[in-house]
């Protein structure tokens, strides 16, 4: 009878006793610190209150070291990012050959306390009132990290809310304290100047067309406005979701195979912000399959920490879309200019993280160990991040003041041509038949 009792006891507790302690915790924290944004914060939040400031020893499941970083946010929809699955956080600088290696990697909040560097995905950003509570308790010289690959226009959160919270970014820009560009290039070294080819290379040869491009976002104006401009002083092939409001087509989305892009000298690097510092996959990409980026962006691409010195042709320097045109034209015909702008094969080369796939962990994280072994770093705190990420300094003031040098006033564009029928589509156009057509799914910031 006793244990039936004891049983009936804890039926009860867990039915009815439990559930309203745990609603009485959950509204003590909000009324203290706001309303989370989920159940998930609320745990986190609770977990927080009993997490002390002082610091311990850095012990973690990964090991011990002088220093932690974590891993706070998920990356899009993945908890462990996509490169550094949790079964490997253990040596990981070590295992990737970091310079500095005295820094643990973790998941793990309830290492908050000991953590050093915090790591947070714009696309992930918890809510103010749980990063509050997280102010409140972090350690005096913890440093949280704004991290973003993406646009100020692309991002999903408002950034006026988050000013006062973060001292460190990691971004596209030049200026970041972490720069974590789309790819980079090293000098070739010696053993690589002995493998290059002994004869030159006519990089123009069978390449029996001009310019080539791969669009599926139709609705960023400004690029499609000066392809269409450009397109009427010259013969541009697209590809994408696009093709239809141009005359002629690749027959492929703007994932095509190397084959798809092997007949073309120029690509069409436009991106799709106007936007400081920001060069995409539109320009490594393509330069690494052989063809001559057109770069049109707001970046400074003859900053070298921008882009391969020599490498592109920067549409934005020409006097008019008319201008552009008449040098492309002129490369089309010129083998030996043309292959000028392949001179930088001859010193660099693109460089590729060890994971060789964005977001390049093992690149930021070797490079935030290293700026916490320096010691002494300046207490700063980007009070005003929306300043930093602003959207109309950073790229709708850099986009308005190229509309205003190339595009004519009240210049708008619609689609010339109709869908027609593929077979008759595939029939007139240039592009081999053999190449399959994958449905383009979420190309919403391409």
Not at 5 to 21: A, S, W
Not at 22 to 49: C, F, H, P, W
Not at 207 to 231: P, Q, T, Y
Request: charged share 30%; with cysteine; hydrophobic share 30%.
């Amino acid at each position: 009878m006793k244990t039936i009792g004891r049983r009936n006891d804890e039926g009860i507790r867990k039915k009815f006793i439990l559930p309203v302690k745990k609603e009485v915790r959950k509204k003590k924290l909000q009324s203290e610190q706001g309303v989370y944004k989920d159940e998930n914060e609320v745990k986190i939040a609770e977990k927080l209150t009993n997490i002390q400031k002082t610091k311990v020893n850095k012990v973690t499941t990964s090991g011990e070291y002088s220093k932690l970083i974590l891993i706070f946010t998920y990356l899009h929809k993945e908890e462990y990012w996509y490169n550094l699955p949790l079964n490997e956080t253990k040596d990981y600088l070590k295992r990737k050959k970091c310079k500095v290696t005295n820094c643990g990697v973790t998941y793990d909040k309830g290492l908050f306390s000991q953590a050093d560097v915090v790591i947070f995905h714009e696309r992930n950003l918890p809510s103010t009132d749980l990063l509050q509570t997280m102010n409140r308790r972090r350690p005096k010289d913890q440093r949280w990290v704004f991290f973003t690959s993406e646009t100020p226009l692309n991002s999903e959160s408002g950034i006026i809310p988050y000013n006062g919270f973060f001292n460190w970014t990691m971004t596209y820009k030049v200026s970041s304290d972490i720069f974590l560009p789309y790819l980079q290039y090293r000098k070739l070294k010696k053993k690589d100047l002995a493998k290059l080819p002994k004869k030159e290379i006519n990089y123009a040869a069978n390449k029996k067309f001009s310019i080539a491009w791969l669009v599926s976002n139709c609705h960023f104006g400004f690029r499609m406005e000066f392809a269409h401009l450009l397109d009427t002083y010259t013969e541009i092939h697209v590809g994408g979701n696009c093709r239809d409001d141009f005359k002629n087509h690749i027959n492929c989305t703007r994932y095509c195979e190397l084959d798809a892009l092997k007949d073309y000298k120029f690509f069409l690097s436009f991106e799709n912000g106007v936007c400081t510092d920001y060069v995409s996959e539109k320009y490594w990409k393509y330069l690494e399959l052989g063809l001559v980026p057109v770069v049109l962006g707001g970046a400074n691409y003859s900053d070298p920490k921008i882009a391969i010195p020599g490498s592109y042709i920067d549409a934005s320097k020409f006097n008019s879309v008319k201008d552009l045109a008449v040098y492309l034209d002129f490369l089309n015909k010129n083998d030996k200019e043309y292959n000028k702008y392949f001179d930088w094969k001859k010193k660099y080369k693109i460089w590729h993280p060890i994971e060789g796939d964005w977001p390049f962990e093992s690149y930021f994280l070797c490079k935030i160990c290293k700026l916490l072994s320096q010691g002494n770093l300046a207490n700063k705190v980007y009070v005003r991040l929306s300043d930093y990420w602003n959207s109309y300094e950073d790229c709708e003031l850099p986009e308005m003041k190229l509309k205003k040098k190339f595009v004519p006033p009240n210049y708008s564009w619609e689609s010339s041509l109709k869908r027609e029928d593929e077979k008759r589509r595939l029939e007139q156009s240039h592009i081999n038949k053999d190449f399959d057509e994958v449905d383009l799914t979420d190309d919403s910031f391409s």
